[in-house]
């Protein structure tokens, strides 16, 4: 069966410091996809971030970037120089290509704290 | 361009009655989800739509129904409430669905059965 566990409930950080958000998958496929959403107080899911398992380069996007180990089936959210605005519920995911089982398996969510 | 709205925002309903969560989406988006998201879970798939008159089941489809007779909407149909069923509900779509394709949500209806 394929899974998606986040094992940290809540992380808090420093604003201006850096946090990485834990997530491992479980998975016999070789070909999947990975996700980052970010659900805000008003709720509304956003994607952060994707990354291809094929792709052996760590994505990016501006403060956001991830570390994929696929041999450990593990792919953690580092962000850096963290901001206000990004304390929010974050939501790991995965899911598979389209001419497969393309349904997005969810982690049940890492709260994200952030101090002032 | 609105993106994905759903009405209610709120919602309370006594144990037994029924309701139509609405959901509509502008994007000319093929595919369409329904999720739960219960307290500390993920989100759990209840139904999806491939295109207007095509759905199929999730991972709990108990107790909901839905139709998809145009592109644009997708209303979720609780039928005789239940305490268990006190979740808030999320629609979402993408223009294709698996890979590397992104979900558009909508910002959620909380439920609540008393």
């Known amino acids: 069966a394929q899974t998606v566990t986040q094992s940290q409930p809540e992380m808090s950080v420093q604003e201006a410091e850096t946090v990485t958000l834990s997530c491992t998958y479980d998975?016999?496929?070789?070909?999947?996809?990975l996700f980052w959403y970010k659900q805000p107080p008003s709720r509304q899911m956003i994607l952060v971030i994707r990354?291809?398992?094929?792709k052996q380069q760590n994505a990016t996007e501006n403060r956001f970037s991830v570390n994929f180990q696929k041999a450990a089936k593990s792919f953690s959210l580092k962000i850096s120089d963290s901001q206000l605005g990004d304390a929010a519920m974050y939501f790991c995911?995965?899911?598979?290509?389209?001419?497969?089982?393309?349904?997005?398996?969810w982690g049940a969510g890492t709260k994200l704290i952030i101090k002032p | 361009n609105a993106g994905v709205t759903q009405t209610p925002k709120f919602r309370i309903l006594k144990i037994g009655q029924s309701m139509t969560l609405q959901c509509a989406q502008d994007m000319n988006h093929n595919y369409m989800y329904w999720y739960r998201q219960d307290p500390g879970m993920g989100l759990k798939l209840i139904y999806y739509s491939v295109g207007a008159g095509i759905t199929d089941k999730g991972e709990v489809p108990n107790g909901y129904n839905v139709s998809r007779s145009t592109t644009e909407d997708f209303p979720l149909r609780l039928e005789l409430a239940a305490p268990s069923q006190t979740s808030v509900y999320f629609c979402?779509?993408?223009?294709?669905?698996?890979?590397?394709?992104?979900?558009?949500f909508g910002p959620g209806t909380r439920l609540t059965v008393l």
């Open positions: 979402a779509s993408s223009l294709l669905a698996g890979g590397p394709n992104e979900q558009f």
């Open positions: 990354q291809e398992a094929y």
């Open positions: 998975t016999s496929e070789s070909d999947y996809y």
């Open positions: 995911a995965l899911t598979f290509p389209p001419d497969s089982n393309y349904q997005l398996i």
